[in-house]
């Protein structure tokens, strides 16, 4: 093994893991509150990986280079980025510290009932069974589909707008808005209950079906923290923490399963693979394979352009993050700029994100540092750190479609962190909208007859003494 410094991701990794338990007290809203999750992902790519990475020479490559030349100036800058968002986050907190809001609305039990909200999410989930077999060709794609992530599966997602493949997503902001909203005036009844976590099963069968966890994780963790309302301050069971060992590990163990090439053993379904990988590898196996896999190669990215960023590849300067805001929603065709990720892949490989080709992707500290440099970096995390300070607060005294707006960030925040945020925030604004959308019809359907609201009226007025 190499003589690697290994001070930065070891401080990382410490200082990291102290400001996570003492930030979120092990309450279980705060577990799944975007501090929280973003933390744990900035520790997964800057301080686990990197401490791992010399015990696997293999690890440093990336894409035909070799990134042991950057391997420290990576570790500084995550160690940086880290520090900024905690210290955000602790600023916001400090400064809450004792202080009430200035109107705290009245809890009111929203438009839809639990029944109508569950049945708005079943119609999202055959709206996108349908579409599936439409877009497919017919029902025998939906055994293609399920069989995992092939080239013809890849062929006819590539066409469709984001939102649609995001349906199941809306699916959960439903149901999990009008529970979270409901649930602070009066808890869910056995049978509620029951319904709302069947929906909640039906909702991540699409996103396993397509074998990515771009919907699947905001799924999950939607349903989960639309379930908090009156448990959000309680402490987090042991029995608890074991099931979220669990779902970490599936959700580890996906990305190797989810084509249908990558299933062996005679096994075919999403189950049976993972079940089979496992087996073969263990819990062991399957932590280093995920913290040295694609699901921290942002570390890689940066160990690349760090060096090279203001020398030969220039500094975005607003282009990485407002520039892409501003392009996500355009085609690639109508938009003023090219991306700004292809412009930098262009640099290194002379190619634009190709699954054909080359597509890695930088977390938030490589945008934010590839973007702005340091000061984009520090300034940026930090900002990020504040946001993240005020959601608890917010979310639990936020009323309208607000709460909906809430739990999606809480939803995407894992994915945001992670990599091509700002892609993530356009697909974000889509389910928003289609909620919104749905929502409102839901509403306007389950709103009673106009004559009957006036006949109500007009005996209240009767009551009325004269």
């Known amino acids: 093994m190499d003589n690697y410094d290994l001070t930065w991701p070891t401080l990382t990794l410490v200082i990291g893991a102290i400001s996570w338990i003492v930030g979120t007290g092990l309450r279980r809203g705060a577990f799944l509150a975007p501090y929280s999750l973003i933390l744990l992902i900035l520790l997964s790519i800057f301080g686990f990986r990197p401490l791992l990475m010399p015990n696997e020479p293999a690890s440093f490559a990336f894409y035909g280079y070799n990134i042991a030349s950057g391997y420290e100036l990576a570790s500084i800058i995550g160690f940086a980025g880290t520090i900024a968002f905690v210290v955000g986050y602790a600023a916001r907190n400090l400064y809450s510290q004792g202080k009430t809001p200035t109107s705290i609305p009245v809890p009111a039990l929203p438009r839809l009932t639990p029944g109508r909200a569950n049945c708005a999410a079943w119609v999202l989930l055959a709206l996108w069974l349908l579409i599936m077999i439409v877009v497919g060709g017919g029902p025998g794609f939906l055994s293609l589909l399920f069989a995992g992530r092939s080239e013809a599966v890849n062929r006819v997602f590539a066409g469709l707008p984001a939102f649609v493949p995001a349906l199941p997503v809306v699916a959960c ?66 029995a608890w923490l074991a099931a979220v060992v669990v779902a970490f590990l599936v959700l580890a163990i996906v ?127 930090f900002l990020l750190g504040v946001l993240a300070g005020g959601f608890e607060r917010t979310l639990l005294y ?41 929502y409102t019809a839901m509403s306007i359907m389950s709103a009673p007859p106009r004559r009957s609201t006036e006949r109500a009226r007009a005996r209240k007025r009767e009551e009325v003494p004269s």
């Open 173 to 238: 902001l439903m149901v999990a808005t009008i529970r979270f909203k409901s649930e602070r005036i009066r808890r869910y009844t056995p049978q509620q209950n029951l319904a709302y976590w069947i929906v909640a099963v039906a909702a991540v069968v699409p996103p396993s079906a397509l074998g990515t966890r771009r919907f699947l994780i905001p799924s999950v963790i939607i349903m989960v923290v639309g379930s908090f309302a009156q448990t959000w301050n309680r402490k987090v069971r042991p």
């Open 255 to 381: 990305p190797f399963v989810r084509s249908a090439g990558s299933r062996v053993g005679g096994r075919t379904d999403l189950l049976g693979a993972m079940s089979v990988y496992f087996r073969d590898e263990g819990a062991r196996g399957t932590l280093d394979n995920f913290f040295l896999s694609y699901d921290t190669e942002m570390f890689n990215w940066l160990a690349y352009f760090g060096p090279r960023m203001g020398e030969s590849v220039p500094y975005g300067w607003g282009r990485g993050t407002i520039g892409e805001l501003l392009a996500s929603p355009l085609p690639a065709s109508l938009a003023p700029l090219d991306r700004w990720n292809d412009v930098l892949l262009g640099y290194a490989f002379d190619t634009a994100c190709s699954l054909e080709t080359v597509c890695p992707v930088p977390s938030i500290v490589g945008i934010l540092f590839t973007d702005m440099s340091w000061i984009g970096l520090i300034f940026g995390m």
């Open 398 to 438: 936020s009323s309208g479609n607000y709460t909906a707006a809430l739990l999606l960030v809480a939803g995407f925040s894992v994915l945001f962190a992670r990599g091509n945020s700002m892609a993530q925030a356009w697909i974000a604004v889509q389910v928003f909208v289609v909620w919104w959308v749905a």
